[in-house]
């Protein structure tokens, strides 16, 4: 799947033709809301299908399909967006900070505004932590499911209590190459986050200790 993006500072109108031309053929613009998309009245004599996410009552029905154009969506509506399987392109329009995991897993194309840094690759023991929760998870699932998010709590505690970095940024990069479906590795980030925080969650036992010792001695 192509991914490209325009950084939050360009004009709504140029980042529009810049999107559509690196698109070649839009096959919808999906945007966060119906007052989102009518705050750009233009839009409507594009000649292009209008949609929004969710199941929310609008007169923007069109479906996600081909290359779509995201609207000022947040970077957790793109992921979902990305599950369906009649999509082969996205564009994000007016991406910010919370972009730049997405932009680096993806290597995404930049087309204007101003190109956002790279997350800083994370060290060999965090890809495995998360490469090895990835085996254990439901993909289907990412960490819907109480016993994949007992192992992500409890891989991500034991790195914790050993004085390994949990950087979010970074556990959501590994956890879009590892192809965890949807806004996943959003929570993976959030479940770090708190952990950071010295906030204990509580797990059940789902990865043998030795595993995790393993994971913790890469460098």
Known sequence: MRRAYIEAHMPLDES???AAQWAGRIGALIGPSTRAIEASPWLERMGIPLGVVGHRHTRFTARPQGTVMAW?????????????????GVVAVRATNSFRPWVTAHDADHLGGQPLDAVAE????????VDGITGIATVNQGLVDPRERSAAVQGLTYF???????VPEQLIVEAIRNDWPGDSPLELARLAGEINRGKRLRYQQ????????EWAQLE
């Not at 509506?77 to 599950?83: C, G, P, Q, V």
Request: glycine share 4%; with cysteine.
């Open 72 to 88: 000022c969506l947040n970077v957790g509506e793109i992921m979902d967006l990305e599950r369906r399987n009649n999509i082969d």
């Open 160 to 166: 914790r209590q050993r004085g390994i970095q949990l």
């Open 206 to 213: 789902r990865i043998r200790p030795e595993v995790m010792a």
């Open 16 to 18: 529009y033709r810049t």
């Open 122 to 129: 994370a060290r060999p023991a965090i890809k495995a932590l």
